[in-house]
């Protein structure tokens, strides 16, 4: 508790420029990745973050110290060049894009290795603590790093939020943003631009490898709780920050541990459980959902079986065994047991001796089930022109789906009809 205290009093100036830096790296990368990602081209932000190592390998033999400032700079040119490269590639040769990204990222990544090992054996001795741009190292920022960072993230703001209906437009429909007149190949470089920014803004703390995480991996978790494009922006920051936040406490209470493997460690933590457990789009929910549905079609098919039944004896409210109504229709006989269970306890069917009846709601219920699948199998026949021995497979799945808006559209369409494709009576409710 006492270092939690300590940690969130940003007493220690360390402690403030790390946990500063890594707000505005992270919460900047995510913003920007947001859009990345719906543009489908996270593979970008890696050959980007590869690539930076000798453009900060050049900024330091130019000028023989490790001057933060030429580095992101020189990390900015090299950055644009692969991705200039790529695009170079794809369009002048028969090479697909990610293979394109591959060679790019490879030769980008290799010399730079080549350049920094030349530097470590130049005897140069500010050369030190330079291998810490591949995997980042936050507890060496300085208050002149802020200023710098601080100015980059400022800058991503201003661009994303002037260029951000443009830029939401190209992601979705870049036919229709060409014919509204966008200029989208200029849209397309500024971008490209922001995520090289994105990218240096990041490598001091990150580093260069685990930087593409950064930019992808929050951005990625937030496009499962949201459809809208703003929301999913500012979740992205959000996790971004707190991936930030808790990599700067993980490295302050354990100074062992790197702050920028476990920013991305944390993000992929939020990510994951964004994937299992976010509302709707997560697969624990679609799992339920769908089971759920299943339960709903099994017991709603049941309540038809009942009705045929009622249909052909002539009455409706007679008592069915598992024996009589598994010759109505194929069904697991465990399953429809389950079911049954399900209807008597939802006050749909009442039990006696291991036979089961209809009750009034259960009765109504089914009648409608039988009504929509009917009223559909009219509708197909008569504006699909689909024959009637071709529409019952379809009505099967539809009559588990159709609201009362649309049950009171088809009457309309179909002028209340009494009568189905098969000359059986349409129930009424």
Not at 174 to 192: I, N
Request: aromatic content about 10%.
């Amino acid at each position: 508790m006492q270092h939690l205290i300590d940690f969130f009093s940003f007493a220690d100036p360390n402690v403030r420029y790390v946990v500063i830096g890594n707000v505005l790296l992270s919460a900047s990368a995510a913003m920007v990745g947001a859009f990345i990602l719906l543009q489908k081209k996270a593979l970008v932000g890696d050959a980007v973050s590869h690539a930076v190592l000798p453009g900060i390998c050049a900024a330091f033999l130019f000028s023989g110290s490790k001057n933060t400032g030429l580095m992101l700079v020189g990390a900015f040119i090299t950055g644009w060049l692969a991705l200039v490269a790529i695009d170079y590639i794809v369009a002048k040769s028969k090479i697909k894009k990610d293979a394109a990204i591959g060679l790019v990222l490879s030769v980008f990544f290799g010399a730079g290795m080549v350049m920094l090992t030349y530097i470590q054996q130049s005897g140069n001795a500010a050369q030190s603590g330079l291998d810490h741009f591949i995997f980042g190292k936050a507890a060496t920022l300085i208050g002149t790093d802020l200023i710098i960072f601080s100015i980059l993230a400022a800058t991503l703001l201003l661009a994303v939020g002037m260029f951000f209906k443009a830029f939401t437009l190209v992601a979705f429909d870049r036919s229709y943003a060409e014919a509204l007149g966008y200029p989208v190949r200029k849209l397309d470089l500024l971008l490209t631009s922001l995520t090289v920014l994105a990218v240096v803004t990041g490598i001091t703390a990150v580093g260069v490898v685990l930087m593409a995480a950064m930019l992808v991996t929050p951005a990625a978790a937030a496009r499962y709780w949201t459809d809208n494009i703003r929301r999913m922006v500012t979740i992205a920051v959000a996790f971004g920050t707190f991936a930030g936040l808790a990599g700067a406490y993980i490295s302050y209470t354990a100074p062992a541990m790197p702050t920028g493997p476990w920013m991305v460690v944390v993000s992929s933590i939020i990510a994951f459980f964004s994937f299992f457990f976010a509302p709707q789009k997560g697969i624990i929910p679609k799992l339920y959902t769908q089971r759920k549905n299943q339960r709903i079609i099994a017991e709603e098919n049941t309540l038809k079986m009942f009705y045929h039944l009622g249909e052909q004896n002539g009455h409706f409210n007679g008592w069915r065994d598992v024996t009589e109504l598994t010759r109505t229709r194929e069904v697991n006989e465990t399953l429809l047991k389950t079911t049954l269970r399900r209807l008597v306890a939802s006050h749909l069917l009442t039990v006696r001796d291991h036979q089961w009846a209809l009750t009034d709601a259960g009765y109504r219920k089914a009648a409608r089930v039988v009504r929509l699948h009917r009223l559909w199998e009219l509708y197909l026949t008569k504006y699909m022109a689909i024959a009637a021995d071709h529409v019952h497979d379809d009505a099967e799945t539809i009559e588990h789906i159709l609201t009362p808006e649309l049950e009171r559209e088809l009457e309309h369409q179909l002028g209340y009809p009494k009568k189905d494709p098969h000359n059986t009576v349409i129930p009424k409710i």
